[in-house]
T-cell receptor
Framework: KNEVEQSPQNLTAQEGEFITINCSYSVGISALHWLQQHPGGGIVSLFMLSSGKKKHGRLIATINIQEKHSSLHITASHPRDSAVYICAVRRVETSGSRLTFGEGTQLTVNP | EPEVTQTPSHQVTQMGQEVILRCVPISNHLYFYWYRQILGQKVEFLVSFYNNEISEKSEIFDDQFSVERPDGSNFTLKIRSTKLEDSAMYFC???????????????FGNGTRLTVT
């Protein structure tokens, strides 16, 4: 079983829709990252969370430490949001702060 | 905004050859990482580097791999004798050392796509 599970694997939305991507993890963590991977392969860090909620523009990330669950929301989605969204966790017991990654969610937003 | 720079963007090599992937981390960052992503698979941790030594490595990072910070700016990943299964996108990442350094954000380069033929 993967330590980091994302759902859904694939998501297709119409422009303007509200989008939610979920991440569940099974290990103790010190931080959770949401990353965006563009079609060319480059990775951009969107959020780093250890508790509560963060907002940046149309993106909102939440985490529930007790339930070991995080969500990434995109409001008023746009075709330029089309990308792979990746959840990654930093496990408590690792010394070098390595990240363990989920499989990613492929988001396609149609105009 | 400062960024992590990786070169080359794409490298093709023959099986058994040595390759060196290069990275220039952000200048005030002190933790450096290599990750890889085999096509269609998730990103995997290879190695972390701090204070001129490896701080953690994964089971993937065997004797064929090595990392080096040869000067004050570059951070390199060397694969001594490449295998077909080394074909992947290799990402360099860095973060600064802060008061709560384990929670400082990670900055990724755009990756080097390595193709072993």
């Amino acid at each position: 079983k993967n330590e980091v599970e994302q759902s859904p694997q694939n998501l297709t939305a119409q422009e303007g829709e509200f989008i939610t991507i979920n991440c569940s993890y099974s290990v103790g963590i010190s931080a959770l990252h949401w990353l965006q991977q563009h079609p060319g392969g480059g990775i951009v860090s969107l959020f780093m969370l250890s508790s509560g909620k963060k907002k940046h523009g149309r993106l909102i990330a939440t985490i529930n430490i007790q339930e070991k669950h995080s969500s990434l929301h995109i409001t008023a989605s746009h075709p330029r949001d089309s990308a792979v969204y990746i959840c990654a966790v930093r496990r408590v017991e690792t010394s070098g702060s390595r990240l363990t990654f989920g499989e990613g969610t492929q988001l396609t937003v149609n105009p | 905004e400062p960024e992590v720079t990786q070169t080359p963007s794409h490298q093709v090599t023959q099986m058994g050859q040595e390759v060196i992937l290069r990275c220039v981390p952000i200048s005030n960052h002190l933790y450096f990482y290599w990750y890889r992503q085999i096509l269609g698979q998730k990103v995997e941790f290879l190695v972390s580097f701090y204070n001129n030594e490896i701080s953690e490595k994964s089971e993937i990072f065997d004797d064929q791999f090595s990392v080096e910070r040869p000067d004050g700016s570059n951070f390199t990943l060397k694969i001594r004798s490449t295998k077909l299964e080394d074909s992947a996108m290799y990402f360099c990442a860095s973060r600064k050392l802060g008061q709560r350094s384990y929670n400082s954000p990670l900055h990724f380069g755009n990756g080097t796509r390595l193709t072993v033929t």
